[in-house]
Antibody, heavy 118, light 112 residues
Framework: EVQLAESGGGLIETGRSLRLSCTTS????????MSWFRQAPGRGLEWVGF??????????EYAASVKGRFFISRDDSKSIAFLQMNSLKREDTGVYFC?????????WGQGTQVIVSS | DIVMTQTPLSLSVTPGQPASISCKSS???????????LYWYLQKPGQSPHLLIY???RQVSGVSERFSGSGSGTDFALHISRVEPEDVGIYYC?????????FGGGTKVEIK
């Protein structure tokens, strides 16, 4: 059974850094791209970015709103994807979801909440 | 960026009645590979989104056949043949043709 679980969220001050983890099981992690999405309180879904698989050199893509501040990486040996979030802003507050794949994925984690406050 | 526009914003439906949600994209979602990268998700209260339909009209295994998708180019729709109480939540369309991936604003479905 495919499972994804985000962790690492919490309350953080503006300007600080936070690293989220997405721990997975039930599939060959190294074969898949891994994506991050987020949802601000009471708002819709927003794509954050993704890392391609090793077959595609683990290249990454990001939304303009986080480019240069957020970095996605992966540890294939542990089947974990990471979202490093730097220079956090209040508008980064929300629930962060990891997913398997890039588009049309049916596998999402339950989300981890990040609250950025001054 | 491709803008995805969903209508209506909300829908109140009597159980057993049909419902439809429209999604329009600012650019064609037809890719040169022949596929159209339009997806429908349902996010039930307190849950993560789950995929209902992919590539406009392809059924996801395990999803009720009451859900179907239609459309082409820039105009798409999700149809629920007979709404049931467990269908409440927010429905989102999403385009996967171009980065950044973008979502519609969502349609909240409630039961009368």
């Amino acid at each position: 059974e495919v499972q994804l679980a985000e962790s690492g969220g919490g309350l953080i001050e503006t300007g600080r850094s936070l690293r989220l983890s997405c721990t997975t099981s039930g599939f060959t992690f190294s074969d898949y791209a891994m994506s991050w999405f987020r949802q601000a309180p009471g708002r819709g879904l927003e794509w954050v970015g993704f890392t391609r698989s090793r077959a595609y050199n683990e290249t990454t893509e990001y939304a303009a709103s986080v480019k240069g501040r957020f970095f996605i990486s992966r540890d294939d040996s542990k089947s974990i994807a990471f979202l490093q979030m730097n220079s956090l802003k209040r508008e980064d507050t929300g629930v962060y979801f990891c997913t398997r794949g890039i588009t049309g994925t049916r596998y999402w984690g339950q989300g981890t909440q990040v609250i950025v406050s001054s | 960026d491709i803008v995805m526009t969903q209508t209506p914003l909300s829908l109140s439906v009597t159980p057993g009645q049909p419902a439809s949600i429209s999604c329009k994209s600012s650019q064609s979602l037809l890719h040169s590979d022949g596929k159209t990268y339009l997806y429908w998700y349902l996010q039930k209260p307190g849950q993560s989104p789950h995929l209902l339909i992919y590539e406009v009209s392809r059924q996801v295994s395990g999803v009720s056949e009451r859900f179907s998708g239609s459309g082409s180019g820039t105009d798409f729709a999700l149809h629920i043949s007979r709404v049931e109480p467990e269908d409440v939540g927010i429905y989102y369309c999403m385009q996967g043709k171009h980065l950044p991936l973008t979502f519609g604003g969502g349609t909240k479905v409630e039961i009368k």
